[in-house]
């Protein structure tokens, strides 16, 4: 089940990476082939970490999860838009990566799992912030490879958790 999670990280980060560079790289020429790149990057992403994860039924929590992800981004972008707060605007890809990704990655129907998950994609939302703050290329270069690896760093340390507590 483990090199099947990673396998599906890896699969996933590699998809979302590729569709946000090219989306960055389309913005400024054509916005709305940009977010498009961007989305069906996304909803393939989800889609792949689903399978690849070995998910019960792969193409339905893909789905769900490709909604999720693409709600995300675009609940996120609009309030980003009308309070005029472009932090807000360029964390949005993160986050809807790491939420996309809770709902993809399997196992989905342990609550503590995705709580630990959920937590894990607030973090790596927070030091995203801050990395746009210092340095906007940076950003661009790391945001899309650290939301799904969080979310597998966050499954390791809640069954590790779960091994100690089995223990005592």
Known sequence: MTQSRWLAIFVGTLI????????ILTMPSNQIMGLLMFGVGLAFAMYSVAGFSRAEDPMGTGFIAAITALATAAVLAFFAQSVGLNAVLALSPVAAIGIGGTRALAPTGDKSRNLARLGATVAVVVAMYFVFTVDITAYGLIAPLVALPALGIADRLYDRGREVVAEQ
């Open 16 to 23: 979302v990476a590729m569709s946000f560079w090219f989306a």
